[in-house]
């Protein structure tokens, strides 16, 4: 049972990684969802992770609203991707439940900090804004978070809201640095190999055939994407970027992992956000960093059927 606080942007295929982390409770203890700016504006990330809760019936897990913006950089929201809302086109309502108190940054460090070394893992499919303010305020977190699952980052991909970065790192570059700089151990799924895991007509259509509600708003959110990377990318089935990090908390023998290190750019205006990997290492050994290569994407695919039926 892993101890998990999830920190993300929702988002569209956030959406879909929190509907496959409330449907695994004999796997995830959940003990706080905490929201940031992103995708779009930070009431608006709050307000749709409350929806999806609700939708997931989940409503034992709290939500905690985090960063307002990007440490340094002027915000970037990416709702062209994912709908005025950030939730596409999934028709919203006004969640019974609110939020509760307390912010995103304080939340993690409170809760890392009341559970043994090692026993708190942080899945962050968002800007890296919360944490890297939670350790920036209190850096004995580093030494006891178990990892850090992170989606974010290109390498042999490029990036895709620049030539050359991936939109979480794009929107805080400076965040990124700060975290993977303090040598909290962590896995990171970037568009080398979310790219890989994409909701193709088939793989929609068995979701769609799942008569639950998360399946159903599911089919609703990669339907959205699907129509929006026909239409932009000329692409047949969006990557389900976000998922992966849950997915491979789940199941991590769907992934390989490289040992790495990882740089951020942080100074130059046309490679903001590049995430420099190095495979060429002294020690893999001592890396604290390591990078998601390849998926097994039908096995991805697999496993969020059997949860969404749940
Ligand atoms: C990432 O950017 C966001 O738009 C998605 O939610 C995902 O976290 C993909 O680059
Ligand atoms: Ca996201």
Redesign the pocket.
Known sequence: MTKLIFD???????AVALFLAFASPQDLEILAITTVA??VAADLTARNAAVIRQIAGREDVPIHAGAQGPLVRAPIE?GH??GESGLGALPLFEPARGLDEGHAAQVIIDLVMAHPPGAVTIAA??PLTNLALAIRIQPAIVSRIAKVAI??GARREGG??TASA???IY?DPHAAELVFASGVPCVVFG?DV?HQVRADPARTAAIAAINTPAAQASTNLLEFSNALERDIVGGTGA?I??PCVIAWLLAPHLFTLRPCDLNVETASPLTLGHTAVEFRLADPSAATVLWATEADADGVFALLNERLAR
């Open positions: 993300c942007d929702p988002g569209v295929d956030d992103g995708n990416a991707f994912h499919t968002g989606m974010g895709n809201i991936e939109y979480n929107a568009l979310t990557p970027h976000d």
